[in-house]
């Protein structure tokens, strides 16, 4: 028959058990400002979504907000943009994939993959190639060939669905996920 022999704590033990846990204690105590700050600012936070209000932009312009640091191209498009713009065969695209935050990852690059209402084009204002930002073609001064936007430091150009077109950029501007909240307001992330 075995026999355990458990032997009675001493001071030795319990030093031991006190020791480890003001460690752990100290260790979490140092490591929480460090993991703390990969948190994102306070400022960044209050980006993450923003409402516009696109009542004063009128057919052809396109105006140029700041969400989370970066430009967003907000572009009321005309008939006949529109009808150019759905002409366009995803086959004959730099980028065949419509880049919209809202739909599967392998959706095609069709001009209704990219704008939820027809007339309203929302697309973040930064050149796929090496992040500069595009000047917005207008009625009044043409970028590039295809009316949408011309990137002047590599010469990227993109169209009035935001798609790549012409340029060393390998992808069509992102488009961010927003939703409409009235017929004049636009909320973005």
């Not at 907000?65 to 970066?70: G, K, P, Q, Y």
């Not at 007339?119 to 973040?124: A, C, D, F, P």
């Not at 796929?128 to 010469?155: E, I, M, N, R, V």
Request: aromatic share 6%; hydrophobic share 40%; charged share 15%.
């Amino acid at each position: 028959m075995a026999h355990s022999i458990t032997a009675e704590p001493t001071r030795r033990d319990f030093l031991y058990v006190a020791t480890a846990a003001v460690g752990a204690v100290g260790a979490t105590t140092c490591a929480f400002p460090l993991i703390d700050q990969m948190n994102p600012s306070a400022d960044v936070l209050a980006l993450a979504s923003i409402e516009v209000d696109i009542s004063s932009i009128q057919p052809g312009q396109t105006v140029t907000f700041t969400w989370r640091s970066h430009p967003l191209f907000v572009r009321r498009r005309t008939p006949q943009e529109i009808e150019a713009a759905g002409a366009v065969s995803p086959a004959e695209l730099l980028d065949p994939a419509a880049r919209n935050a809202t739909l599967p990852e392998n959706a095609p690059a069709t001009d209704a993959n990219r704008a939820v209402k027809p007339e309203w084009l929302v697309v973040v204002g930064v050149c796929t190639h090496l992040g500069c930002t595009p000047q917005a073609s207008t009625p009044q001064s043409k970028q590039g060939d295809y009316g949408g936007w011309l990137c002047h430091c590599h010469g990227s150009q993109y169209d009035v669905a935001g798609r790549v077109r012409v340029g060393p950029a390998p992808r069509n501007l992102d488009v961010p996920p927003y939703v409409f909240l009235s017929d004049t307001r636009i909320k973005i992330g």
